[in-house]
């Protein structure tokens, strides 16, 4: 059962060939079908058949399909059907990979698959694509994703999961791209998660990853983090949605109001007036000047956590829903957590006529970051206010 044996073999059968050839025409035709007949049992292995039977039909049919063209049809012509057929079944598992929509379990650990009907985040969709992104795939995938995208309107941010890609050719590439135009289009943008090295080395080459960016793409531990901390609308989050889709959001503070956030526009950034935490932290400290109105457009809860000590309290809903009691040229700052719904605050207060508003660039994060005073009140009132008083401010 060695290999020396079987080289043994061969030498012993190729010298007994050479010497005693000629002897072969005095051997019984019999005896030499009872030889043939031994040689192909041997040759037949039962258990890998029954194998291939119970497990996947397609390796089903190419057995049978080759086991019978042995017999009915020269074996050349029959090995040959046989890989034909086997192409032929790859070809076609290949070019429908699957695609769908996932969401976390109950346990914020893993994803599964979304039923139908089944919520999610309005802002974000995920999916799942299990299969090589190929010439004769492309077309399937991109079918799907834009049908996900019209189902839901109001998703601006994809994630691809993409751990079941393992190879991509070009077309995938020029496919990706469509995607990520037609979600910028709607203002948003596409990222991706746990991308293979071989399609993340074809990403680099053809200069994908330098189109949408380094940051787009997101390690499974970090990746809903990161979305839900740094690019979905908190404000969406906490005036809109009534869902928890996601850890991050189990904690999320709820507002008492309730109205359309689409009907406030978001300024452009090169519309936006903003200051620096440093810029800030002077002008509230200087003897020079007028010194500016400090607004927290965050929710008490968040407010209570940690805020800027000269700040003023006034959710979000609460500036849209009542017009302040400031002077319309006094110099207002607005803050938030990362600086969006600050941004949608100084559009409505711009609208109301107020001359003079400016956001904190990067919000509390950049506060924070810059290593500067917060304080920490748990006196604020969680309670949903009517109306606007002393003590939203906190000295």
Same mark, same amino acid.
């Given at each position: 059962?060695?290999?020396?044996?079987?080289?043994?073999?061969?030498?012993?059968?190729?010298?007994?060939?050479?010497?005693?050839?000629?002897?072969?025409?005095?051997?019984?035709?019999?005896?030499?079908?009872?030889?043939?007949?031994?040689?192909?049992?041997?040759?037949?292995?039962?258990?890998?058949?029954?194998?291939?039977?119970? =497990?996947?039909?397609?390796?089903?049919?190419?057995?049978?399909?080759?086991?019978?063209?042995?017999?009915?049809?020269?074996?050349?012509?029959?090995?040959?059907?046989?890989?034909?057929?086997?192409?032929?079944?790859?070809?076609?598992?290949?070019?429908?990979?699957?695609?769908?929509?996932?969401?976390?379990?109950?346990?914020?650990?893993?994803?599964?698959?979304?039923?139908? =009907?089944?919520?999610?985040?309005?802002?974000? =969709?995920?999916?799942?694509?299990?299969?090589?992104?190929?010439?004769?795939?492309?077309?399937?995938?991109?079918?799907?994703?834009?049908?996900? +995208?019209?189902?839901?309107?109001?998703?601006?941010?994809?994630?691809?999961?993409?751990?079941?890609?393992?190879?991509?050719?070009?077309? =995938?590439?020029?496919?990706?791209?469509?995607?990520?135009?037609?979600?910028?289009?709607?203002?948003?943008?596409?990222?991706? +998660?746990?991308?293979?090295?071989?399609?993340?080395?074809? +990403?680099?080459?053809?200069?994908?990853?330098?189109?949408?960016?380094?940051?787009?793409?997101?390690?499974?531990?970090?990746?809903?983090?990161?979305?839900?901390?740094?690019?979905?609308?908190?404000?969406?989050?906490?005036?809109?949605?009534?869902?928890?889709?996601?850890?991050?959001?189990?904690?999320?503070?709820?507002?008492?109001?309730?109205?359309?956030?689409?009907?406030?526009?978001?300024?452009?950034?090169?519309?936006?007036?903003?200051?620096?935490?440093?810029?800030?932290?002077?002008?509230?400290?200087?003897?020079?000047?007028?010194?500016?109105?400090?607004?927290?457009?965050?929710?008490?809860?968040?407010?209570?956590?940690?805020?800027?000590?000269?700040?003023?309290?006034?959710?979000?809903?609460?500036? +849209?829903?009542?017009?302040?009691?400031?002077?319309?040229?006094?110099?207002?700052?607005?803050?938030?957590?990362?600086?969006?719904?600050?941004?949608?605050?100084?559009?409505?207060?711009?609208?109301?006529?107020?001359?003079?508003?400016?956001?904190?660039?990067?919000?509390?994060?950049?506060?924070?970051?810059?290593?500067?005073?917060?304080?920490?009140?748990?006196?604020?009132?969680?309670?949903?206010?009517?109306?606007?008083?002393?003590?939203?401010?906190?000295?």
């Amino acid at each position: 059962k060695t290999r020396m044996s079987s080289l043994l073999s061969s030498v012993f059968v190729l010298v007994a060939m050479l010497t005693l050839g000629s002897l072969g025409i005095y051997l019984p035709i019999a005896a030499l079908a009872g030889v043939l007949m031994v040689t192909a049992y041997g040759l037949l292995d039962i258990k890998e058949m029954k194998l291939i039977w119970k =497990g996947n039909r397609s390796d089903a049919i190419i057995m049978l399909i080759t086991f019978f063209g042995t017999i009915f049809l020269k074996i050349e012509f029959a090995v040959l059907m046989g890989v034909l057929i086997s192409f032929a079944f790859y070809i076609t598992r290949t070019s429908v990979p699957k695609v769908f929509p996932v969401v976390p379990d109950k346990t914020y650990k893993h994803f599964i698959r979304r039923r139908p =009907g089944q919520p999610g985040c309005p802002q974000l =969709g995920i999916i799942k694509i299990s299969g090589d992104l190929y010439f004769g795939a492309v077309n399937h995938v991109e079918e799907l994703i834009i049908k996900h +995208m019209t189902s839901q309107p109001t998703e601006r941010f994809l994630l691809l999961r993409m751990h079941g890609v393992n190879n991509c050719d070009i077309s =995938g590439i020029r496919m990706l791209e469509n995607i990520h135009h037609l979600y910028h289009e709607r203002g948003g943008d596409i990222f991706f +998660m746990k991308v293979q090295d071989p399609v993340l080395a074809i +990403m680099k080459s053809s200069g994908f990853t330098q189109k949408v960016g380094d940051s787009h793409f997101l390690s499974e531990e970090e990746a809903i983090g990161f979305l839900f901390y740094r690019v979905l609308d908190p404000a969406i989050c906490i005036y809109e949605c009534p869902f928890r889709a996601f850890k991050e959001c189990q904690n999320l503070p709820k507002s008492h109001h309730s109205f359309e956030l689409s009907t406030v526009p978001v300024i452009l950034p090169d519309n936006l007036t903003t200051v620096s935490p440093e810029q800030l932290w002077k002008n509230l400290h200087s003897s020079n000047g007028d010194k500016p109105v400090v607004i927290d457009v965050r929710e008490p809860r968040e407010y209570a956590k940690g805020h800027i000590p000269e700040a003023r309290l006034i959710p979000l809903g609460d500036v +849209m829903a009542e017009s302040l009691s400031i002077p319309k040229t006094q110099p207002i700052v607005l803050v938030c957590r990362s600086g969006r719904r600050s941004n949608r605050a100084a559009s409505v207060l711009k609208e109301q006529g107020f001359e003079n508003v400016s956001i904190l660039q990067g919000g509390l994060l950049a506060w924070e970051a810059a290593d500067l005073l917060e304080a920490v009140d748990l006196r604020v009132n969680l309670e949903p206010r009517s109306e606007h008083n002393g003590s939203n401010t906190i000295t």
